[in-house]
């Protein structure tokens, strides 16, 4: 009984940290460690700070809205890669499986996927995935966003 009890405990406790984590925390941390790696992490304070603008203008109004609902912005671009579409393909299934594809870019000079997860018209995480010049980028927006703000 005694570690029924413990184990429960142990996976809230899990579950409860991953809710917090974003998509690059949870699936993409080893990047990080990698040479020819940059990792970009934005805390909320950064957010809380635009947030303390006045703005007379009404775009920079809504600029300042948006800044208020965002918690974070991590970013990391891999460069120098061997296959760097093999890359974006693989980081593209491990988004796919927890967020929605909301918008898709290709040029020739590299694709971009960004993808949402979000319900009720309110979006917890944007990410985006793109490819190009022997690059992988991923980055994380998260918050409590609308989703006719983005």
Do not use: C
């Amino acid at each position: 009984m005694k570690q029924s009890i413990i184990f429960t405990l142990s996976l809230l406790l899990l579950t409860s940290l991953s809710i917090g984590q974003n998509i690059i925390d949870q699936k993409f941390s080893n990047l990080k460690r990698q040479e020819n790696v940059t990792s970009v992490h934005v805390a909320a304070k950064t957010f809380e700070l635009a947030a303390s603008l006045e703005f007379e203008d009404e775009e920079l109004e809504d600029f300042r809205t948006f800044a208020e609902s965002i918690q974070s912005f991590d970013l990391i671009a891999a460069s120098e890669l061997p296959n760097p579409k093999t890359e974006y393909r693989a980081a593209l299934r491990k988004v796919a499986v927890t967020h929605d594809e909301w918008m898709s870019i290709q040029e020739e000079s590299g694709t971009f996927t960004f993808l949402v997860d979000e319900s009720n018209g309110i979006v917890r995480e944007l990410v985006m995935v793109g490819t190009g010049d022997n690059e992988l980028i991923i980055f994380s927006l998260m918050g409590n966003m609308e989703l006719d703000q983005l």
